[in-house]
């Protein structure tokens, strides 16, 4: 090998030489900036770590004296609601005491007044029974006076004008008195019953026909037949004795009805005490 072919080679291997320590010298200038700017990002990181945490620190502290104060407030309120809760109570122990005695006395007051009502009223009651019994012992004395009219009123009134003679007779209204009337013995009694329409019923010696009744008025109309001639009875009433005279002594007759129903009436017929005289129907 020559001289000229070796000074071309050496100057290649220099130049490569070179190219690589620029490199290297590059890649150590990288590195180093890198590594200089990721201290200075970790440095300013820390930085703003350490300003976070010490905003974050104070924001806690203020965060936990806020705490307290609200604590000491709530305590001061609750001290101060204690108390009043506990006038309040005494308060209301208070009323409900007085709203208790009030009606305590106000129940006193109405039991007594209830008890003097009771006591005036059971009075009065006792003043009322006494006037009452007064009342009642004269009320049957009256009532012992009144029988006593009534019973004259009665005998009175058992005795009834004749159509005829214009004289009171004794008659009788029920069967009760009937019986009464035949006891005495005085006259002959013949009870009857008459329907409308029906011929005559024969009693003694004369004979009673039905002509009419009025119910509601009471009224009724008979024929009565007797020594061959017919007299008749108009619109006659209930209890009306009704006289006629028969016979050859001309004796006196007595027709009484009490009872005056539909179509039918009863009553019975009174005569003189003759021998020989007997009912027929």
Same mark, same amino acid.
């Given at each position: 090998m020559n001289a000229s072919e070796v000074e071309p080679k050496m100057v290649t291997s220099g130049t490569g030489v070179e190219r690589h320590n620029l490199v290297r010298y590059l890649l150590l200038i990288l590195g180093t900036g890198y590594v200089i700017v990721s201290l200075y990002l970790i440095s300013e990181t820390r930085s703003r770590l350490s300003a976070v945490t010490t905003s974050e620190d104070a924001a806690i502290l203020k965060l936990q004296q806020r705490q307290i104060a609200t604590e000491d407030e709530l305590k001061t309120s609750n001290q101060a609601l204690k108390q009043q809760l506990g006038v309040t109570e005494r308060g209301l122990h208070a009323a409900y005491a007085g709203t208790?005695?009030?009606? !305590?006395?106000?129940?006193?007051?109405?039991?007594? !007044? =209830?008890?003097?009502?009771?006591?005036?009223?059971?009075?009065?009651v006792t003043v009322e029974v006494a006037s009452v019994r007064t009342e009642l012992n004269g009320a049957k004395k009256d009532l012992a006076a009144t029988r006593s009219d009534l019973d004259s009123t009665k005998l009175k009134l058992d005795r009834a004008v004749g159509d005829l003679t214009g004289q009171s007779s004794l008659i009788a209204r029920t069967r009760e008195e009937l019986d009464e009337l035949r006891h005495r013995g005085d006259r002959n009694?013949?009870?009857?019953?008459?329907?409308?329409?029906?011929?005559? &019923?024969?009693? &003694?010696?004369?004979?009673?026909?039905?002509?009419?009744?009025?119910?509601?008025?009471?009224?009724?109309?008979?024929?009565? =037949?007797?020594?061959?001639?017919?007299?008749?009875?108009?619109?006659?009433?209930?209890?009306?004795?009704?006289?006629?005279? @028969?016979? !050859?002594?001309?004796?006196?007759?007595?027709?009484?009805?009490?009872?005056?129903?539909?179509?039918?009436? @009863?009553?019975?017929? &009174?005569?003189?005490?003759?021998?020989?005289?007997?009912?027929? !129907?």
């Open positions: 208790t005695a009030e009606l !305590r006395q106000s129940q006193r007051a109405f039991e007594r !007044r =209830m008890q003097d009502e009771q006591n005036l009223a059971a009075e009065q009694y013949y009870e009857f019953t008459l329907y409308k329409g029906e011929h005559p &019923s024969h009693l &003694s010696t004369v004979a009673l026909q039905l002509k009419k009744v009025d119910v509601k008025k009471g009224k009724f109309t008979l024929s009565l =037949m007797a020594d061959d001639r017919v007299v008749e009875k108009k619109d006659r009433g209930v209890a009306e004795p009704l006289q006629f005279y @028969t016979g !050859r002594n001309r004796q006196l007759y007595e027709v009484v009805i009490f009872t005056v129903e539909k179509n039918k009436v @009863t009553g019975y017929l &009174s005569t003189p005490k003759l021998p020989g005289l007997t009912a027929s !129907r």
